[in-house]
């Protein structure tokens, strides 16, 4: 059985006149393209830790079958903004699990992407954990019922956004949280 013990996130932009090289450019700037990517569904393991980019991708070796939360937008029109979001949303209980959340589309800002994320994230873990609250409310109002419920401890968003590239050429963004052993 596997049970990833540590998470970290990463984010990346590619650019190039195919697709999918500009899909293998974007995962390179997320510095996962040596990778074997499998994505998987919206789960935080209990007992997960984040790590920071840098000691992430070191536990990892190129090949790897890699486990991630992963979003992708791609577009070939000049100017079209892009995004790639994951949300996150975690237990007050250490031993209970959290949910990822991932967005992707046209015309947000990183931030407006990186809230949808974290609202879905945070609303997958508020039914879960039976906490009422009323989705026609904005986030931020739900969010307030979450913190006094006292069972969401975090929630968080990490995002990328770009401007469809000029000339005749794709663009990239993916955003994923990442599991390691």
């Not at 450019?25 to 997320?30: I, N, S």
């Not at 996962?32 to 997960?48: E, Y």
């Not at 968003?157 to 955003?175: I, K, M, P």
Request: include cysteine; charge should be negative.
């Amino acid at each position: 059985m596997y049970v990833p013990r540590y998470m970290f996130f990463t984010k990346g932009i590619g650019v190039d006149k195919e697709k999918l090289a500009s899909f293998e450019l974007a995962l390179k700037d997320a510095r996962i393209a040596h990778l074997n990517i499998v994505s998987v569904s919206s789960i935080f393991p209990p007992h997960c830790r984040i790590l920071d980019i840098e000691d992430g991708v070191s536990k990892l070796e190129p090949g790897e079958i890699t486990h991630c939360v992963i979003s992708r937008e791609q577009i070939n029109e000049p100017g079209r903004r892009i995004v790639a979001s994951i949300g996150l949303a975690l237990p007050a209980e250490s031993g209970n699990y959290g949910f990822l959340s991932e967005h992707h589309g046209f015309g947000q800002t990183e931030f407006e992407a990186g809230e949808y994320a974290e609202d879905l994230a945070a609303s997958m873990l508020a039914n879960t954990l039976g906490i009422e609250f009323d989705p026609d409310k904005d986030y931020d109002e739900r969010r307030e019922v979450y913190k006094m419920s006292c069972k969401i401890v975090e929630s968080q968003h990490f995002s990328q956004a770009a401007l469809g590239a000029e000339g005749e050429l794709w663009t990239t963004v993916v955003a994923a949280a990442v599991f390691v052993k």
